[in-house]
């Protein structure tokens, strides 16, 4: 792969939807109890993972599975479409300006990032979901990370947010759920590719002293492999 890193607006993006499937979306079955939440999957050669990612994830009002150029690219098509995601192919060979493209296809007041190889717990979105329903001022729910796969322990994270301890270390995980609006204050998606974009998002969006953030009672299951 080429070691430069540009913008997502440098590539062409090619996205399909499942259609009419899109209602029957596996993630979309289930009611949550506050705003809705789209779903955006990162996957670079994740397939193997992906179909589990996608069965987790309960409550979204809509999941984008976002192909950043895997080998097989058909067969994370497959697995997307058969459960109701939407597809977007993208050629940017970054996690950040991934999220970015697929980011701009979201509509829904909260989004979250998940990459293909990690899961939601039954009610990670919804505990979340109330959580911003009952403070207009929430801009992230951020969440422990529940270790799986080649390790097996929970990384605790502050149950109160704890902006010195923010500036010292990232415990906000992309696949924490954000406002959208605060991320298109601080233009979270429109730096190049650093390896440090969440932290540098989360960051500045609680710079401003306009936004909360909270932790989800439920935790984020984080593969390790």
């Known amino acids: ?14 996205a399909r939807t499942a259609g ?3 209602l029957s979306c596996t993630g979309c079955r289930f009611r949550i109890e506050g705003p809705p939440i789209d779903v955006v999957v990162t996957c670079h050669n ?6 589990e ?4 994830i309960h409550g979204a009002a809509s999941v984008i599975v976002v192909d950043d150029s895997s080998d097989n ?10 459960h ?29 990032f998940l990459d293909a190889d990690n899961t939601h717990q039954p009610g990670y979105l919804n505990e979340a979901a109330k959580l911003f329903d009952a403070n207009p001022r929430l801009a992230i729910v951020y969440a422990d990370l529940a270790y799986f796969g080649d390790e097996n322990r929970t990384l605790l994270t502050p149950p109160v947010f704890d902006m010195t301890k923010l500036e010292r270390t990232n415990f906000i995980d992309t696949g924490s759920v ?13 730096s190049e590719s650093t390896g440090w974009e969440d932290w540098h998002m989360a960051r500045s969006i609680m710079r401003s002293g306009a936004w909360e953030a909270a ?5 984020l299951n984080y593969r390790k492999h």
């Not at 994740?46 to 179909?51: N, T």
């Not at 995601?85 to 007041?109: I, N, Q, T, W």
């Not at 932790?215 to 935790?219: M, T």
Request: glycine letters at 6%; charged letters at 25%; one cysteine or more.
């Open 84 to 112: 109701g995601a939407k597809y977007l192919l993208v050629d940017l060979h970054s996690p950040h300006l991934a999220r970015g493209a697929s980011f701009a296809l979201c509509k829904s007041p909260l989004v979250c």
């Open 20 to 22: 009419t499937r899109m």
């Open 53 to 56: 990612c996608l069965e987790s």
């Open 178 to 190: 954000w406002r959208r609006e605060a991320i298109l204050q601080v233009n979270g998606f429109g």
């Open 1 to 14: 792969r080429p070691s430069t890193i540009r913008s997502a607006a440098s590539f062409s993006i090619r």
């Open 73 to 82: 690219g058909a067969e994370v098509e497959r697995i997307a479409t058969a």
């Open 215 to 219: 932790r989800n009672p439920l935790a």
């Open 46 to 51: 994740y397939e193997r993972f992906l179909d």
